[in-house]
């Protein structure tokens, strides 16, 4: 017997002794280990040789419902013309930062709403300065508007309180 195994006979006990590794004993691998490491090797090397199966295993929802705008209801309508007036405003707003002024910010560019006077549709209404009015017109018939006031707050409206998506009192 060695004498590091024979000072400690624990220490040693179980495992094969490697007199170049300087005298002390090799563990012994465990027989989870191997199999966590091929696991590991399927899972993040892909067992498909490196072809991925994302895009066929991926199917997205059909989108078969009717567009709120194009149809729907009265609560979707409004849903979608107070959406659009939140981002037009968000556009105005960047507008501003390069202007100054609303008055120049009729058509604000990078926002993605339809503009004009129409049922589904936003238009800014009045521009000053620092002021402004948003208002967006619901395929319901309901009106929504933002009003920018000379203070900076700006206040919310509905023409049709407690009608489809405008609330009873009227702000939303």
């Not at 199917?59 to 194009?70: G, K, L, N």
């Not at 800014?124 to 707050?153: E, P």
């Amino acid at each position: 017997m060695h004498e590091a195994a024979s000072r400690s006979p624990a220490l040693f006990a179980g495992r094969p002794f490697d007199p170049s590794a300087g005298g002390a004993a090799c563990p012994v691998p465990k027989p989870e280990l191997y199999l966590a490491v091929v696991l590991s090797v399927l899972v993040v090397g892909g067992a498909a040789c490196g072809k991925s199966n994302r895009k066929s295993a991926y199917h997205p929802p059909a989108t078969t419902a009717p567009t709120p705008a194009a149809g729907g209801n009265a609560d979707q309508q409004d849903a979608v013309a107070k959406a659009d007036a939140r981002n037009f405003v968000s556009g105005l707003e960047a507008c501003f930062v390069d202007q100054q002024t609303y008055t120049n910010c009729k058509k604000p560019a990078g926002i993605n709403v339809p503009i004009g006077s129409g049922p589904g549709q936003v238009e800014l209404a009045k521009a000053g300065t620092a002021t402004y009015t948003v208002v967006a017109h619901s395929g319901s018939g309901t009106n929504f508007k933002i009003d920018k006031g000379a203070s900076g707050a700006a206040t919310r409206s509905c023409d049709k309180p407690g009608t489809g998506g405008c609330p009873a009192g009227g702000s939303w």
